[in-house]
C-alpha cells in the first residue's frame, strides 16, 4: 500500500523568509500528486496538480517539484507572508487502483510577522 | 459556481441514530469521494465513485454506505452511529485528469 510522508510536521519561519516542505512516497507508479492548503476548521484547497510526466508546476509564488524515481516532492513557497499560515498536504493518485488518492499528514505552517 | 458543497456543517449523534451526509458538487465532475479525518491520521478515504451508478469501497468503508443519485450528488449513510465514528467528513469531486476538489467538511460528534 501507499504510504505518503511529510516531514517536518511543524515548521515556524519568520516573513520573507523562502522555505520548502517536503513529501515522500513509497511507490512510484503514481498518475499525479497534489497540493493542498487546509486552513484550521476548514476544507481542503486545491494549490498545485503535477502529472506523472511532469516535473514541476507553478503558480504565483508557490512552486511544487516531483522525482517519481525517488518518491518526493518538495512545495517552494518564496518569499513568505503571514497569511501562508496553514497546513500542508500532499496527495498521490494511483490510477491503477481505481483513481484513489493517498494522503499524508500535513505540515502544519507558521509564518511569524 | 458553488464548487462542491455539504450538509451539515455540524451534527451530534446519539450512539445508534442514524444520519445521512449530503454533497452536491456543480463542476459536472464524473468522480466523487468521501474521506474521514482524524488527527494525526491524515485523510481516509471511504467510499468513492468513478462515475453515475458506481460506488466503490475505500480503505475505511465499514459503518457506511453511499448513494451516488446522480451525476452531482453523493450522499454517505451512517445507519447506526458509534463514537468510533467521531471525525470530519469531506466530500471532494474530481477532473478527468485526477484534480481533487474539496467541500467545506461536516463536523460530526457521535456520543
Known amino acids: 500500500k501507499q504510504e505518503v510522508t511529510q516531514i517536518p510536521a511543524a515548521l515556524s519561519v519568520p516573513e520573507g523568509e523562502n522555505l520548502v516542505l517536503n513529501c515522500s512516497f513509497t511507490?512510484?507508479?503514481?498518475?499525479?500528486l497534489q497540493w493542498f492548503r487546509q486552513d484550521p476548521g476548514k476544507g481542503l484547497t486545491s494549490l498545485l496538480l503535477?502529472?506523472?510526466?511532469?516535473r514541476e508546476q507553478t503558480s504565483g509564488r508557490l512552486n511544487a517539484s516531483l522525482d517519481k524515481s525517488s518518491g518526493r516532492s518538495t512545495l517552494y513557497i518564496a518569499a513568505s507572508q503571514p497569511g501562508d499560515s496553514a497546513t500542508y498536504l500532499c496527495?498521490?493518485?494511483?490510477?491503477?487502483?481505481?483513481?484513489?488518492?493517498?494522503f499524508g499528514t500535513g505540515t502544519s505552517l507558521t509564518v511569524i510577522p | 459556481n458553488a464548487g462542491v458543497t455539504q450538509t451539515p456543517k455540524f451534527q451530534v449523534l446519539k450512539t445508534g441514530q442514524s444520519m445521512t451526509l449530503q454533497c452536491a458538487q456543480d463542476?459536472?465532475?464524473?468522480?466523487m469521494y468521501w474521506y474521514r479525518q482524524d488527527p494525526g491520521m491524515g485523510l481516509r478515504l471511504i467510499y468513492y465513485?468513478?462515475?453515475?451508478?458506481?460506488?466503490d469501497k475505500g480503505e475505511v468503508p465499514n459503518g457506511y454506505n453511499v448513494s451516488r443519485l446522480n451525476k452531482r450528488e453523493f450522499s454517505l449513510r451512517l445507519e447506526s452511529a458509534a463514537p468510533s465514528q467521531t471525525s470530519v467528513y469531506f466530500c471532494?469531486?474530481?477532473?478527468?485528469?485526477?484534480?481533487?476538489?474539496f467541500g467545506p467538511g461536516t463536523r460530526l460528534t457521535v456520543l
Open positions: 511507490d512510484s507508479a503514481i498518475y499525479n
Open positions: 503535477i502529472q506523472s510526466s511532469q
Open positions: 496527495a498521490v493518485n494511483e490510477r491503477n487502483t481505481g483513481n484513489q488518492f493517498y
Open positions: 465513485s468513478a462515475s453515475e451508478g458506481t460506488t
Open positions: 463542476m459536472n465532475h464524473n468522480s
Open positions: 471532494a469531486s474530481s477532473t478527468n485528469l485526477g484534480e481533487q476538489f
